[in-house]
Structures are given as structure tokens and as C-alpha cells.
């Protein structure tokens, strides 16, 4: 017992310690409900009318990490899954060239699925001696791993694609002190990326509140909500003419999200 007690109390010094040290760390795990855009087109071709295509709900993993060393940039990454899914009438898919793929023979009806899926990877730096507020700003990799699948009749055909995208990035989060008893921020950041004729856009708005548990002193568990959207351009002499698109994604998340 006296064994337990001990550790127990080792590792609430340690914590405390840390935490006034200015190191932290912030890990959320959910699902991104999104719904694409009116404009939206692949390579010329409408992504409601024309290819019957929808956002299928996306599963995201993010982390943070901070530290109060002067000069050395925090660390940031996340995981999110963008798909979409249909099945378009191969009537409607005449003179379809997306990264050379080819439409299958003999096939009335098809099943479509393309992956945008993407990993952030993002280096930022606080901005000092701002009261009430979090404020940084930084660099981001946004690498896009996805691809296009066409199948019917019996045959398949799929082309595989990655882009690292860099990016900058803003972010901001805000403490709600003055509600009494809820600990509890809301916040926003945003990657962004002009490139004349294309353009890339990821920013999120969310509150995230904590329980009110006695192993706050070590850990903080709690939930977050908000908006997402994403949105990319492939526009222009610099992007192959296979590959121009315009898409975008927004919706609602929910997940579940810890300190440390």
C-alpha cells in the first residue's frame, strides 16, 4: 500500500512538473462527417451529376506536442481518411482521363471510389506575451496519398498518386475562463496554399472541453467538436491536364481528446 501511495505521488510531482515546465501534449481521435461542394469536378467531369459521387464519413487522429525551448518549433501531425464512393453510368464518363486511367470494357454501370486521403506534418512556434490566448504560426507538409478506382464487369482499373503539398499555418485557441467550473477553449487553424490558378485550403473552428475528474492533476480527458473544410484546386500550366480538379469537403466532427 505504502508502495502504491508512493508511485501514486511520483507521478503526480512528475506531472505537475511538467506541466509547469510548459510541456504538453494533446492527442484527438474521431470522425469528420463531410459533404461535398456544388462545383465540385474531376478532371472536367461534375462529382454529383456526372459521377454520382458522395463523401463517405472520414476517421481522424491528431496530435500535438509542445515544449517551452526557445527557437525549436513544436510539432504537429494528423491523419485524416477523405473518401468518396458512387456508382456512375459509364454513358456519362466519355473522354473520363484522370491520371491515365482507363474506363473498363463492356461495363453499363460502374463502382468509384477515390481516396484523398492525407497526413499533416506541421512545425510551429507560439507566439509571446499574448494574454488570454494561444496564438502560433508555422509550416506544414500536407502529404495526399489517394488514388481513383473504376470497376465493372468484371474488371478493375486504379491509378495511385502522391502529392506533398507545403503549406502555411495559423492557429489560435482561447481559453474560457469566464465560465465558472468548465474547463474548456475553443479555437481554429488553417493551412493554406496559393499557387495562382490552384489553391489549397484545411482549416477547422471547434471547442473542446475536459471532465471534471480528480487525475486532472496528471491527465485531461474530455471531448471536441467543430467545423472542418477542405478544399484543392488543380488549376493551371503547372498541374498536368490529367489531373486538374476542384473539390472540396465540409461537415462536422466529434471525437474524443486527452492532454497530458
Avoid at 481518411?81 to 456512375?88: A, D, E, R, T
Avoid at 482499373?157 to 468548465?182: H, N
Avoid at 492533476?217 to 480538379?245: N, T, Y
Amino acid at each position: 500500500m505504502k508502495k502504491f501511495a508512493m508511485t501514486a505521488l511520483c507521478l503526480v510531482v512528475a506531472s505537475t512538473a511538467s506541466a509547469k515546465l510548459g510541456f504538453q501534449a494533446d492527442v484527438t481521435a474521431g470522425m469528420w462527417l463531410p459533404s461535398v461542394g456544388g462545383d465540385d469536378n474531376i478532371v472536367g467531369f461534375d462529382v454529383t451529376d456526372e459521377l454520382k459521387l458522395g463523401a463517405d464519413t472520414g476517421l481522424f487522429l491528431q496530435a500535438r506536442f509542445q515544449h517551452p525551448i526557445p527557437f525549436i518549433p513544436n510539432v504537429a501531425l494528423r491523419q485524416t481518411n477523405v473518401q468518396l464512393s458512387g456508382n456512375p453510368d459509364i454513358a456519362d464518363l466519355a473522354g473520363f482521363n484522370f491520371a491515365g486511367i482507363k474506363l473498363p470494357n463492356d461495363a453499363t454501370k460502374l463502382d468509384m471510389a477515390v481516396d484523398l486521403s492525407n497526413t499533416d506534418f506541421t512545425l510551429f512556434w507560439g507566439v509571446p506575451l499574448v494574454p488570454l490566448a494561444d496564438i502560433h504560426f508555422g509550416a506544414s507538409v500536407k502529404l495526399l496519398r489517394g488514388g481513383v478506382e473504376l470497376s465493372g464487369a468484371g474488371q478493375s482499373e486504379d491509378e495511385q498518386f502522391m502529392l506533398p503539398l507545403p503549406m502555411f499555418y495559423l492557429g489560435a485557441e482561447v481559453p474560457l475562463f469566464f465560465i465558472p467550473g468548465i474547463d474548456a477553449e475553443v479555437g481554429s487553424n488553417a493551412q493554406f496554399l496559393p499557387l495562382g490558378d490552384s489553391s489549397v485550403l484545411d482549416y477547422q473552428v471547434f471547442t473542446r472541453a475536459y471532465l471534471p475528474l480528480p487525475t486532472n492533476i496528471i491527465a485531461k480527458v474530455g471531448a471536441e467538436a467543430g467545423w472542418r473544410s477542405f478544399s484543392i484546386q488543380l488549376d493551371g500550366d503547372s498541374i498536368d491536364e490529367d489531373l486538374h480538379s476542384q473539390l472540396g469537403f465540409s461537415g462536422a466532427y466529434i471525437g474524443l481528446t486527452g492532454r497530458f
